[in-house]
């Protein structure tokens, strides 16, 4: 089993910076990837960033956050990070914390809010 849990959300102003940390624990060795989904109201939840685990870790980003958003992980931690810049009004969501094991079993933090609005 492995436990996730989200922190850093938020009210934050257009144009604004938040930093999302995700704690992963439990049986975390089976890894094969982490990411960011987020969930707005009357939408379906979307990948917002994800990062491989292993030596020289591949990203990937939503387009709508391309530029703004840097994904990060410390593995010796097991900590997952979402630097996100330039925040905009639409990146108001809901966002999670997801975690792939490498047999394809998928484990999700209860999600915290970020709120984008002046």
């Known amino acids: 089993q492995v436990h996730l849990v989200e922190s850093g959300g938020g009210l934050v102003q257009p144009g604004g910076s938040l930093r999302l940390s995700c704690a992963a624990s439990?049986?975390?060795?089976?890894?094969?990837?982490m990411g960011w989904h987020r969930q707005a109201p009357g939408k379906q939840r979307e990948l917002v960033a994800g990062?491989?685990?292993?030596?020289?870790?591949?990203?990937n980003y939503a387009d709508s956050v391309k530029g703004r958003f840097i994904i990060s992980r410390d593995n010796a931690d097991d900590m997952l990070y979402l630097q996100m810049n330039n925040l905009k009004p639409e990146d108001t969501a809901v966002y999670y914390c997801c975690l792939v094991t490498v047999d394809l079993q998928t484990y999700w933090g209860p999600g915290l809010q970020v709120t984008v609005s002046s």
């Open positions: 439990g049986s975390t060795s089976a890894t094969q990837s």
């Open positions: 990062i491989s685990v292993s030596i020289g870790s591949t990203t």
